[in-house]
């Protein structure tokens, strides 16, 4: 059975402070990995990765593949009160449905 | 840009009602999505159209989930007979499919059902 798995589940940290998020999968037919934020409502899309070692950037977040290894990061530099929500890890299967991890909760304290 | 639109935002109903979801895509999207979320957890896929045509539809929880997208555009969902478990979160997604390579999913809000 497709499987994602994210660590921690939840963390507290300082402003300013540098989290790395991780997520783990073990499924069949591959297509891609994708990142969500996801505060009160609609999960919003933060990456997509489809090829090993190639770090995408947006602002203070980054995130890699490695499909050798099965996982990915997610990396959030000079964190902010804005950036606490859920932040899910997801596998495109086949072209179809997304694979979804429990999710990893960060609180960003003032 | 209008993003994907759901409704209701919240359902309360009693066990053993019928209810009906409804779900607007991004208008240039061909696939939508429906998924199901408790709490605390991620969400888990339920059914996807590509147009009209519902593509997957295995991972409806039983028989009384049923979904449809008669014209390609909106999509419906509804559940009969409700129970106690059934109370979620459903949200809709909707990605552009040109036949190469997949697109990102972009979600609703979300209908919150509460079953008393």
């Known amino acids: 059975e497709d499987k994602v798995v994210q660590s921690p589940l939840s963390l507290v940290v300082h402003e300013g402070d540098t989290v790395t998020l991780n997520c783990s999968y073990e499924?069949?037919?591959?297509?891609?990995l994708l990142w969500y934020k996801q505060e009160k409502k609609a999960p919003t899309f933060l990456f997509m990765l489809t090829s090993s070692g190639i770090e995408k950037k947006s602002g203070r977040l980054s995130s890699i593949l490695d499909k050798k290894e099965l996982f990915s990061i997610l990396n959030i530099t000079a964190t902010q009160t804005g950036d606490s929500a859920v932040y899910l890890c997801?596998?495109?299967?086949?072209?179809?449905?997304?694979?979804f991890g429990t999710g990893t909760r960060l609180l960003v304290s003032p | 840009d209008t993003g994907v639109s759901q409704d209701p935002r919240h359902k309360i109903t009693k066990r053993g009602q019928n209810v009906t979801f409804r779900c607007d895509p991004i208008?240039?999207?061909?696939?939508l999505y429906w998924y199901r979320q408790t709490l605390g957890q991620g969400p888990e896929f339920l059914t996807y159209f590509q147009n009209e045509a519902q593509l997957e539809k295995s991972r409806l929880l039983s028989d009384r989930f049923s979904a449809e997208r008669p014209k390609g555009s909106f999509s419906t969902l509804e559940i009969q007979r409700t129970e106690q478990g059934d109370s979620a979160m459903y949200l809709c997604a909707s990605s552009p499919w040109t036949g190469e390579r997949g697109q990102p999913q972009h979600f609703g809000d979300g209908t919150r059902l509460s079953i008393l």
């Open positions: 208008s240039e999207h061909n696939r």
């Open positions: 499924v069949t037919n591959f297509r891609s």
């Open positions: 997801a596998v495109e299967v086949g072209f179809q449905k997304l694979v």
